[in-house]
């Protein structure tokens, strides 16, 4: 499966917020600005509703021919016929959840250090996320990973990076040339008042290296 990791879009309802746009919706508009693939990300809610949601984003998906990666849920992944699934550090092992999706499926893994890039890559992961790179709103617990750990990671690990936490059009460049393959988003996009030209302005940032 080739794909483009470039722009990254991590689902947020809370980032949507009230407008007058479901959640599908507005990945549709970012996808329309350059996203060029989707993580489906549900905290908090019921299995029904979890699985709900990934069917209409997949469908919506397949509509523009973009992978839809789950967000820790295994099960829901395969329910939908997800392109992908992606797992944290506190998640299954990243071994475990290969030999439950097989090789069609992409794998990918949270990590903030060498030795965890390391253990992700040898279990099978087809991609890293690096972060959160800087504080974010969407995650406020997550641990920030120095610059020189990142590059350390790109030297050690031949999959591709992708970077996230509190990147947006201003800082994005500067990771790719950090060697990062792609940048992950959420509130960069889909908390800006128009989201695809979000998208494109950062898709311009990404596509500058």
């Known amino acids: ?26 990945v549709e508009q970012a996808i329309l600005g350059g996203c060029r693939m989707v993580q489906l990300r549900e905290y908090g809610v019921a299995s029904l509703d979890f699985y709900k949601a990934a069917k209409e984003m997949k469908r919506l998906t397949d509509r523009y021919d973009i992978p839809l990666v789950i967000n820790n849920r295994v099960d829901i992944a395969l329910a939908v016929r997800a392109a992908g699934i992606h797992i944290g550090q506190r998640d299954l092992p990243a071994s475990v959840v290969r030999k439950m999706i097989g090789r069609d499926r992409l794998l990918g893994v949270s990590v903030t250090s060498v030795s965890e890039a390391v253990r992700a890559q040898e279990d099978g992961a087809d991609y890293l996320g690096v972060g959160a790179m800087l504080p974010t709103r969407t995650k406020k617990d997550a641990k920030i990973v120095p610059v020189e750990e990142l590059c350390a990671i790109r030297r050690v690990v031949e999959i591709p990076i992708v970077v996230i936490g509190g990147i947006n059009r201003k800082n994005a460049a500067k990771f790719m040339r950090m060697g990062a393959d792609g940048a992950a988003v959420v509130s960069a996009i889909l908390a800006q008042e128009d989201i695809r030209r979000a998208a494109e302005e950062l898709r311009r940032e990404c596509d500058r290296v």
């Not at 947020?12 to 507005?26: P, S």
């Open 1 to 26: 499966m080739k794909v483009d990791y470039s722009l990254y879009l991590v689902t947020d309802r809370a980032c949507v917020g009230k407008r007058n746009l479901t959640l599908c919706e507005a």
